[in-house]
């Protein structure tokens, strides 16, 4: 396995910068194409090794091999403690450089993706080495796996059919995927820390992690057009339920677009405070609400970046005296000339012991919020009873935030809208037998959600979406041939089984 594998490798290398050549790159990425399969290659074994919570030293030893690294399990383990890499974020990245070798493909008139086709074969078998290099199967990198490689062959399979009923049709090589307008390219995460240079000796230090060679850009890359207001308020509007809070933000935003007019117009304003409370329970759209607000209000005019900022009461609070207001000060300019999202905000108050250090980061807070006033929007979040203790802790809290927009639990038929919607842009494609299934399993886990301690809301579509790929996956490895309808189909048979807690 491993000279084959690393054979491929080097195949893969060799393609990589025969594509770059023929002018193509990474979108968002300052990374050649071939930097960034290795960084890619390289994020999904750490992603497997972290799935089961437990990085073994054979594990390391295959990431060493095959990237030619230096790694110790010490340093893998505290790199991936501080950079869990999400099924989503893994999805992404791998599919940045899977589109490259699809559109190769495409331009090379391959209309089997032959070389796509490749790619995957080659995660595929790697991922494969990696969860049984002790000839055991561990359950959780084997759903991890199932399900990336899953979702990565279905966008594979939809893509190349797009383009055969184009008939030659020419695809843009660095467009997001047709019929898909929410699917970008994101730019990957920062890669591992390069070994610095001992200046004493001239070798280098023992920081085991090589830095990926990144060339210098010959042209400034282009940036993604902005979003227009007209299209950011469509999309704040298409959102699966939250009437009341949609309605709340259009009466707010139709106040700052009159707003604007009279600042136009030399008129005198009547100062809006835009620092809101989100409250509700989880899984109910906050953050992804507090992220298109921050782009309107760029779009207003009331931010000059629109860029959202999350955090929660451990990237504000430190453990040491003096260091609370240093940390979150440092947050706060991050934040500026965006929006700053608090999840969980009530946790800064929570405990008002002598050791806790919440109560350093609101006033810090608060007199931050008063000093960019201009250029700065606050989001607090939360459960609904625990933001009115939040409220109450400081006097100053409740004159600051002095709007709040609650977020009500989905009903049934919006969390099946919700998981249709992730089928829909994942390319599956559901029975009927299926949806009367999964109709009946909202209906009821609703009905009972009081009773329910993990009840989760639009959390629970997207769980209960991923097991449902588990269990496809499970139904077509015994299957002797599996067709393009297969992949995308889900069955009453992948369904019923699902359970949430």
């Excluded at 304003?269 to 507090?290: D, E, R, W, Y």
């Excluded at 935030?401 to 009903?411: C, G, M, R």
């Excluded at 299934?437 to 959600?449: G, H, L």
Aim: glycine share 6%; charged share 30%; net charge negative.
């Amino acid at each position: 396995m491993r000279n084959t594998r690393n054979d491929t490798l080097q195949y893969i290398y060799t393609l990589c910068n025969r594509y770059e050549q023929q002018g193509m790159r990474i979108k968002g990425s300052h990374m050649s194409v071939r930097d960034y399969a290795q960084f890619a290659i390289m994020k999904f074994m750490l992603y497997l090794a972290d799935s089961d919570r437990n990085i073994r030293d054979a594990e390391v030893d295959i990431i060493n091999d095959c990237l030619g690294f230096s790694l110790t399990r010490d340093y893998v383990v505290r790199f991936v403690e501080e950079h869990r890499i999400s099924g989503d974020a893994i999805f992404d990245t791998i599919l940045s450089l899977l589109t490259v070798f699809i559109n190769a493909d495409i331009q090379n008139d391959a209309a089997d993706g032959s070389t796509s086709l490749m790619l995957l074969e080659f995660f595929d078998e790697l991922g494969l080495e990696f969860i049984t290099h002790d000839g055991k199967y561990d359950d959780r990198q084997t759903k991890a796996m199932a399900v990336l490689m899953l979702r990565l062959k279905n966008y594979r399979s939809a893509y190349l059919r797009s383009w055969k009923k184009l008939k030659h049709e020419r695809i843009d090589p660095f467009a997001p995927m047709m019929n898909d307008p929410e699917l970008r390219m994101e730019t990957p995460a920062s890669a591992p820390p390069a070994p610095a240079a001992d200046s004493s000796s001239g070798e280098q230090t023992a920081d085991p992690i090589p830095k990926l060679k990144q060339e210098e850009p010959t042209e400034k890359p282009e940036e993604a057009p902005e979003e227009d207001l007209e299209a950011l308020l469509e999309n704040l509007n298409s959102l699966t339920g939250l009437s009341r809070v949609k309605e709340d933000l259009t009466s707010l935003i139709n106040l700052l677009k009159v707003h604007k007019m009279r600042a136009d117009r030399g008129l005198p304003q009547a100062s809006v405070s835009l620092h809101m409370i989100f409250s509700g329970n989880p899984g109910t759209g906050k953050t992804t609400v507090a992220r298109l607000l921050s782009k309107i209000y760029k779009q207003l005019g009331v931010l000059s970046k629109g860029h959202l900022v999350e955090v929660d009461r451990s990237g504000l609070v430190s453990g040491y005296v003096g260091q609370t207001a240093i940390k979150t000060k440092k947050v706060i300019d991050s934040a500026i000339g965006g929006l700053l999202f608090i999840d969980e905000a009530y946790a800064l108050t929570a405990n008002t012991g002598s050791n806790d250090f919440g109560t350093e980061a609101v006033n810090t807070l608060l007199k931050a919020m008063e000093d960019n006033r201009e250029d700065l929007v606050v989001i607090c979040a939360g459960y609904t009873d625990l933001m009115e203790q939040f409220l109450d802790s400081n006097p100053g809290l409740r004159s600051r935030f002095n709007k709040q927009i609650l977020f009500e639990d989905y009903t049934a038929e919006e969390l099946v809208d919700i998981f249709m919607g992730i089928c829909e842009k994942s390319f599956f494609e559901l029975t009927d037998e299926a949806r009367a299934v999964v109709d009946q399993f909202f209906a009821d886990r609703v009905s009972r959600k009081t009773e329910l301690p993990g009840f989760a809301n639009g959390r629970d579509a997207r769980n209960y979406f991923e097991k449902t790929l588990t269990y496809q996956a499970n139904r077509l490895a015994t299957m002797v041939s599996v067709t393009d309808k297969d992949l995308v189909t889900i069955t009453k048979e992948d369904v019923e089984k699902v359970e949430l807690f």
